[in-house]
């Protein structure tokens, strides 16, 4: 906005550290204060130095200094790490938005990550509103929910019809941050704190749309006072409403742009087959081994995003063998890659931000999950929305060569390829309507604005 005096309302968000919790929310943003907004981002030192002067109307706030403290290897792990997050930015952020009640813009609504659920307690001892926001589907967390009340000794729910064939949830081997005894291992007891005030957010936001997962968020809508306001990918790619709105403007690692849209301009339509498996997830080295060897069969072109830490698990002379079809980088401009006409397959990991582009630019999946939410976004992929194809694994959990060679010809080539392209696009079209001016996302925003201007 150019001047203060247009402000409706002033929004204070809490992001969680990582990409996939920061992008989506920054997105989100930057949509709030094209609508009229004042909106703080208030994160971590470390992320409020990195962003890009140009954000717009969007200011930021450091409200934990992670640089003192060795972060998640620091004193006490992780559970060390988040303890004093939530101490530092529990007395940080109250003194801000204290600071802020007496301007001319004082703060109406904290939306904070689902990961942080003690952020609702300052927004309500402050007697102001609280939107949690998740970073994941509403199917993942609809899936999460029965473990919840599990715990607690309440009976299950009756989950949604498309819901039922979800396969089961695996866990990862993490280190562990807390003491592992109870029924659910550490990391599942970690996401199930998300449930813990749920009901008392005055929203419960995901970045999602209405028509995605229909089924799953009427059954939600009778639990908690759920909004879908997604997909949070930069307006260019859908609505083309936000100014200046192309990228999200974070990244963990640097993008090797140039290089990667001038090889993919030398390169037919729908002729490539990008693999990344986003900024966490790993391939072992024999899981590796098997995906090479696939893109090396298929003879079809690719875009594999190895980061620097796994280039040692690639084989021997693979990169010099496959030149002529194939270019490996560390890092990649995702959103342009999509979005790219030569791009006709992406395999994934299946985390939600990457599901959710695929979904927003009509791009054909193989999916390959590993753990968690991303086995129900590969289900859905295949099983619900028919964009893509789910590689099976073998006892040991890999997903041999022949078997991703076989996915990546089922998505790009014959009938079911077509089938599956077909419906990429008609969810792509489904992803732009829903943001659009007087989409199901539109108007839930619209709806929030109006509560916070009246407040």
């Known amino acids: 906005m150019a001047e203060e005096t247009a402000y409706k309302a002033h929004v204070m968000v809490l992001p969680f550290y990582g990409q ?43 409200v934990y200094d992670d640089s003192t403290d060795g972060g998640f290897h620091g004193p006490g792990g992780f559970k060390g790490y988040l ?51 998740f970073t994941q589907s509403c199917a993942a967390i609809a899936g999460y929910y029965p473990m919840h009340l599990d715990s607690l000794g309440e009976p299950m729910p009756v989950v949604a019809s ?12 993490v280190p562990t941050f807390e003491s592992d005894t109870g029924r659910y291992p550490p990391i599942i007891r970690h996401i199930l704190q998300q449930f813990s005030n749920i009901e008392k957010a005055d929203w419960v936001l995901f970045n ?131 979005a790219h006409h030569a791009v006709g397959c992406f395999i994934t990991h299946c985390g939600w931000n990457s599901t959710v582009e695929a979904v927003s630019f009509g791009v054909p999946v193989v999916a390959m999950p590993q753990f968690l939410d991303q086995t129900t976004n590969a ?33 790009m080539k014959g009938k079911r390829g077509r089938e599956i392209k077909k419906a990429a696009m008609q969810w792509k079209e489904l992803a732009k309507e829903a943001v659009d001016e007087g989409g199901s996302s539109d108007k839930y925003i619209d709806e929030i604005i109006t509560c916070l201007a009246a407040a």
């Not at 989506?24 to 208030?42: E, W, Y």
């Not at 952020?93 to 659920?117: A, F, R």
């Not at 939600?220 to 999200?248: E, H, Q």
Request: aromatic content about 8%; some cysteine.
């Open 20 to 62: 996939g919790h920061l992008n989506p929310m920054l997105q989100f943003s930057k949509r709030l204060a094209s609508k009229g907004l004042k909106v703080t981002v208030t994160t971590i030192h470390s992320v409020t130095k990195t962003m890009p002067s140009g954000a717009g109307s969007i200011a930021f706030e450091s």
């Open 83 to 133: 303890e004093r997050f939530e101490a530092s930015v529990t007395l940080c952020l109250t003194e801000l938005i204290k600071k802020l009640q007496n301007s001319e813009y004082p703060v109406k609504c904290l939306v904070y990550d689902g990961n942080l659920p003690w952020a609702l307690n300052i927004a309500k001892q402050l007697g102001i509103a609280g939107a949690t926001f």
């Open 162 to 173: 498309s819901m039922l064939a979800v396969p089961e949830l695996k866990i990862p081997v």
């Open 208 to 338: 999602s749309f209405d028509k995605l997962e229909e089924d799953v968020m009427k059954w939600m809508a009778d639990l908690w006072p759920v909004r879908a306001i997604g997909p949070t990918v930069p307006s260019i790619y859908l609505d083309k409403r936000v100014d200046n709105d192309s990228d999200y403007g974070f990244h963990l690692f640097k993008p090797q742009n140039e290089g990667c849209l001038k090889w993919l301009n030398t390169k037919d339509t729908r002729s490539v087959v990008y693999v990344s498996y986003g900024s966490v997830a790993s391939l072992n080295a024999e899981q590796m081994a098997e995906m090479a060897e696939a893109l090396k069969q298929s003879n079809s072109n690719f875009l594999w995003v190895v980061r620097a830490t796994e280039e040692s698990k690639l084989p021997s002379g693979f990169v010099e063998e496959t030149s002529e079809r194939g270019l490996i980088v560390t890092w990649c401009p995702q959103l342009e890659v999509l």
């Open 379 to 411: 289900h859905f992929l295949e099983q619900v929305w028919g964009v893509g194809v789910v590689a099976k694994v073998d006892e040991k959990g890999i997903a041999t060569k022949e078997e991703i060679e076989r996915c990546i010809g089922k998505v």
